[in-house]
């Protein structure tokens, strides 16, 4: 168990909506990442979090969009979704934000778009 | 071009034999080198990181960075059933973020 919580498991819903999906990061980390799996895609980097501030934007698409709330768990939040929006996704949490600090990984919110 | 290579295999093994596991990059800011364990359905879980050049030995892990080659490898010695996954590398530099390779599924035989 890596100490990093994502919630739910599962989500399934259609295009057209919207979702949220929830992430704890372990204690003391303040930095929190989301990451999108896809079959043919692999791991790709959403955005970070740094204490509440944004501090890096990967390939995040603008119907996307995340925050960090002040008890440092943070939110992703998916709208207009899409069937290609179906994918795994994960958050990560490390104790800073630098170069040097290792990202944990969460289980996961696997998301299916019918 | 990709910024980091990887076989996706997939790469079957008896059990007991020594896997050896590659990934090349053309990102010659890399300046440290993770390899990471991904069972099905679940997250990626951190196997080994480095920050330099040479060999890493953890257990029956070792991870093996050649910057001037840009390429590094994760051996695993001894390999069993329970090492069947998807093993992935990842590397960073100076930023924020970490570049994934796609991933290598392994399977060891029993």
């Known amino acids: 168990d890596s100490g990093v919580t994502q919630t739910p498991k599962h989500l399934i819903t259609a295009t057209g909506q919207r979702v949220t999906l929830r992430c704890s990061p372990r204690s003391g980390d303040l930095s929190v990442y989301w990451y999108q799996q896809s079959l043919d895609q692999g791991l790709q980097f959403l955005i970070q979090y740094y204490n509440g501030e944004e501090r890096a934007k990967g390939n995040i698409l603008e119907r996307f969009s995340a925050q960090q709330f002040p008890d440092l768990h943070s939110e992703l939040n998916l709208s207009s979704l899409e069937l290609g929006d179906s994918a795994l996704y994960f958050c990560?949490?490390?104790?800073?934000?630098?170069?040097?600090?290792?990202?944990?990984f969460g289980a996961g919110t696997r998301l299916s778009v019918l | 071009q990709k910024e980091v290579e990887q076989d996706p295999g997939p790469l079957s093994v008896p059990e007991g034999a020594i896997v050896s596991l590659n990934c090349t990059y053309s990102n010659s800011a890399f300046q440290y080198f993770m390899w990471y364990r991904q069972y099905s359905r679940k997250g990626p879980e951190l196997l080994m990181y480095?920050?330099?050049?040479g060999n890493k030995e953890d257990g029956r892990f070792t991870a093996q960075v050649d910057k001037s080659s840009k390429y590094i490898s994760l051996f695993i010695r001894d390999s069993q059933p329970s090492d069947s996954a998807t093993y992935l590398c990842?590397?960073?530099?100076?930023?924020?973020?970490?570049?994934f390779g796609t991933g290598t599924r392994l399977k060891v035989l029993a």
């Open positions: 990560a949490s490390s104790v800073q934000a630098g170069q040097r600090s290792i990202q944990y």
């Open positions: 990842a590397m960073g530099s100076g930023t924020y973020k970490y570049i």
């Open positions: 480095t920050y330099s050049s």
